[in-house]
DNA sequence: GGACGGATGGAATGTCTGTTCCACATTGTA
DNA sequence: TACAATGTGGAACAGACATTCCATCCGTCC
């Protein structure tokens, strides 16, 4: 049976000086080997503390952490620390850049990572508290609640303003000519919820509208790709996406999945208003015969 | 309903770091905001690098970084340090504890697992042929490309028509009321192209629509869930999607990773006259200054 | 039992890094 | 246009660090 070579590339923290230590492991002194142990179980303590604490961790000098640096090859304990930096750092890369690696395989393949990516860091760096504030505020029935999106986003934002639109009343999206956007911001109340969707390059007068909405007292929440966005500026919570494309744009797959357990989650708590309004829907479609199984 | 208290402790690299620099925005200078910047994209660079080559990563002096790491609260830049590494530390806690992520059990690690599923399915069972052969089609200058779309994934149909549009001209969402999708389709051509996407409990006038574009002769793709699908009896070829959700609606998340990658192929393929029509929309941008980075 | 060799940790040293201060540039304003 | 205020980076300074050297200790062999 020929059993495939360790596919597995992740590895432990530190696969290059693993190998060192193992290999030179019959040459150690007894201070060193303790040494050697600690360096192997608590790699952060090689990456981010000093010469002095590692001597303490294993209970040995200064100069014998050195001394077992020099003996494993390295150029000194600082050789040493870039090492286990480096393999840390390989480790955790956010798999983006992680991609470029390996001369970019199949093109599916490069795309398939690259989403599964904006997925996971995007609903990842999701939090708890903010997304049920939100969901808080968008299920407020007094509330009336719009959407903002840069051109880029448009669609995936009458997406969720559509899926809003069907668990609850006064959804709509901020759309139009700069006549009426004004026109529709001007009206906005300070019970009135916004949500501002826009990636880097932002669109002027998306981030104006929202700072306009703003000034009326509207409670915004922004959904962009940095904290520094200056949508995060005017809102009370901000979802930071992932949005590394494949081809010449932005990918909205994460802002997508993101939007998903927003509507999820407002479903949830409007349950027995949003079930009868799905309920009548299905029951006006079933009179129209709008739908079929095949 | 008592909802769990939502320990979920994994939290992103540097969420400490992340909430002051979105707490202290409005009030960093450029400058700051450069080194802000580096400091969320590349906190490897924080934790294992120094003042210096903070600096010279963000294209600012070594004053600065010091000063935003004040600014930001901490006890100069060896606090900032300091917390990254911690963070950083908690990130890659060797699989142990990570296992937890996966598996998941709150709302939104439930999400974050179907949306993958959504992405990796429907990636892993796209076709390359069926690809190529639909981005041929899409890229033939003579062709007019219709996008049709079922009510439930409209918003994504948009953002594909979108992209595409501005790839290429002729590309329009067959939308509107019965007249107007029956007139659109009369003026239907041969030498057309035609994208229908649609999911089980499929709306029975695009069913119909794509029918009778086919007896026009239109060359016809299906985006559905099956290939049992009415809308696969009448394409050329039927790229199947998973689209699992964890609310009361489909994701179409694996439908949008989907169009993802037929963008990226047609903007591939189109490359020369695509960069054309980007330079010149960026032209138009620049010149109404309709974007901004801040 | 004494002497030798290696191992070990403490102290001195020189380099590197973070911090602070200040002169210069840049922006906004009268 | 001139002035004021703020932003900004270079340079000096002080502290911390890794490194090296050396005295001490322990085990071993003669």
């Not at 703003?214 to 009370?236: K, M, N, R, Y």
Request: contains cysteine; glycine residues 6%.
């Amino acid at each position: 049976m020929i059993r495939s070579a360790a596919p597995c590339e992740v590895a432990s923290p530190t696969v290059e000086v693993e190998e060192r230590i193992g290999r030179a492991s019959a040459t150690l002194t007894p201070a060193e080997r303790r040494v050697a142990e600690v360096v192997l179980e608590k790699p952060q303590l090689v990456a981010f503390g000093t010469v002095a604490e590692l001597a303490e961790a294993s209970g040995s000098g200064a100069a014998t952490v050195v001394r077992l640096a020099s003996k494993l090859g390295y150029d000194g304990f600082t050789g040493l620390q870039t090492s286990v930096q480096h393999a840390l750092a390989r480790q955790l890369r956010p798999a983006a850049e992680r991609i470029r690696e390996p001369a970019a395989s199949d093109a599916i393949g490069r795309h398939l990572d690259l989403e599964l990516d904006n997925v996971a860091t995007t609903l990842r760096a999701l939090d708890d508290g903010a997304l049920t504030d939100l969901v808080q505020h968008l299920a407020a029935p007094t509330s009336r609640v719009f959407v903002l999106s840069g051109d880029a986003s448009l669609g995936v934002a009458r997406q969720f303003v559509a899926e809003l639109h069907v668990l609850r009343d006064d959804v709509s999206l901020i759309d139009g000519n700069d006549v009426a956007v004004r026109r529709a911001v001007s009206l906005m109340r300070p019970t009135d919820v916004l949500v501002a969707i826009d990636l880097r390059r932002y669109d002027r007068w998306v981030i104006d509208t929202a700072r306009e909405a703003q000034t009326h007292g509207v409670w915004c929440t922004a959904i962009t790709d940095s904290l520094l966005s200056p949508l995060a500026a005017v809102a009370e919570h901000t979802f930071t996406v992932a949005a590394a494309g494949g081809g010449p744009f932005d990918s909205h797959v994460g802002t997508l999945a993101l939007a998903n357990v927003i509507v999820a989650a407002l479903a949830d708590r409007l349950r027995a208003e949003a079930t009868d309004r799905l309920d009548r829907a299905e029951a006006a479609w079933r009179k129209g015969d709008a739908l079929t199984d095949r």
